[in-house]
């Protein structure tokens, strides 16, 4: 797994599905990657017992934050990749040794770390031989309870070195992490499961859209295309249930409802953002996306009106 490459998606492709950046930290809610900190545990349990046992009940991708160097071969043995804390940034020492583990490297943002002082930490790893390196923003300290993220913080370093952000602490944040260049989100295990399809949709949706793909294989480039194709479905259903919306509001609706004239004023504005397609490919795209959501809006209604005479 390459983290360096700046076109593959961050601790993504080997850990879970690449078409949804986001991953659900914490064996509690069925997990994209189970994240165990044997720093909180200040050494007092023995490495390898506590990783084993973890991996007795969780054979998915796991990243462990260790306590010292002491806990990288049991890391070695069971897990999939390593954190260094915010507060061990600067542990240079622990960085090297970490990173001679060929083990993928995350590193947090110490709270009051400045952005040459967090590519630094990762430079150590990476002159240790290992480029799989990605930096995680956690947040800075300020007068609100919880850390604050610094989304031009994550702009500058995403420039240089692909970047996560734990949005745990403030999920409304992930749209606006994406679009500030973070190739990816850590919600935490306790965030509720309608919050975490919220943001996966939203990432899918908001991914294509604002990174740059230039694929250089027909596999990278069936990949973009796959991302853009997930964009698109969400894109059509959310239409679908506006579409049909309208006709619910129409005094006729369904197909005999259709507006000539607003169905031009469509094209004609989606020719402006999409020259190269043109009205007449456009026109015959929009007529099927309008026929197969009407469509779509009447089955709706023939599976609702029974339930209806019932009640």
Request: with cysteine; hydrophobic share 45%.
């Amino acid at each position: 797994m390459d983290l360096h490459d700046p076109d593959q998606p961050v601790l993504i492709t080997d850990l879970h599905d690449p078409d949804q950046p986001v991953m659900i930290a914490g064996p509690a809610v069925a997990p994209d990657v189970a994240v165990v900190s044997l720093r909180r545990l200040h050494g007092r349990v023995d490495a390898a017992g506590e990783l084993a046992r973890v991996r007795r009940s969780y054979r998915g991708p796991l990243l462990v934050e260790p306590f010292s160097a002491r806990d990288l071969p049991a890391v070695v043995t069971h897990a999939d990749g390593v954190v260094v804390g915010g507060a061990w940034m600067q542990d240079f020492q622990l960085l090297r040794a970490v990173a001679r583990t060929g083990l993928p490297v995350v590193v947090q943002r110490a709270t009051a770390a400045t952005l040459e002082e967090w590519l630094s930490a990762a430079e150590y790893c990476v002159a240790e031989g290992n480029r799989d390196v990605v930096l995680c923003e956690t947040g800075t300290r300020t007068h609100l309870p919880h850390a604050t993220i610094d989304l031009e913080l994550v702009r500058e370093a995403g420039r240089r070195r692909p970047v996560f952000v734990d949005v745990s602490a403030a999920p409304d944040l992930a749209v606006a992490a994406l679009s500030a260049g973070a190739r990816g989100l850590f919600l935490g295990e306790d965030a509720e499961p309608a919050l975490v399809a919220e943001v996966r949709a939203k990432a899918a949706l908001l991914g294509p859209l604002v990174r740059d793909d230039e694929p250089e294989t027909i596999p990278d480039a069936r990949a973009a295309i796959d991302r853009i194709d997930a964009a698109l479905a969400t894109l059509l259903e959310r239409r679908a249930e506006l579409a049909a919306t309208v006709q619910r509001l129409k005094p006729v609706g369904g197909f005999a409802g259709r507006d000539p004239r607003r169905e031009r004023e469509i094209v004609e504005a989606m020719a402006r953002r999409a020259p190269r397609l043109g009205e007449d490919r456009l026109a015959r795209i929009m007529a099927a996306v309008i026929e197969a959501g009407l469509e779509a809006s009447e089955e709706r209604d023939l599976r609702i009106q029974p339930l209806a005479n019932r009640s």
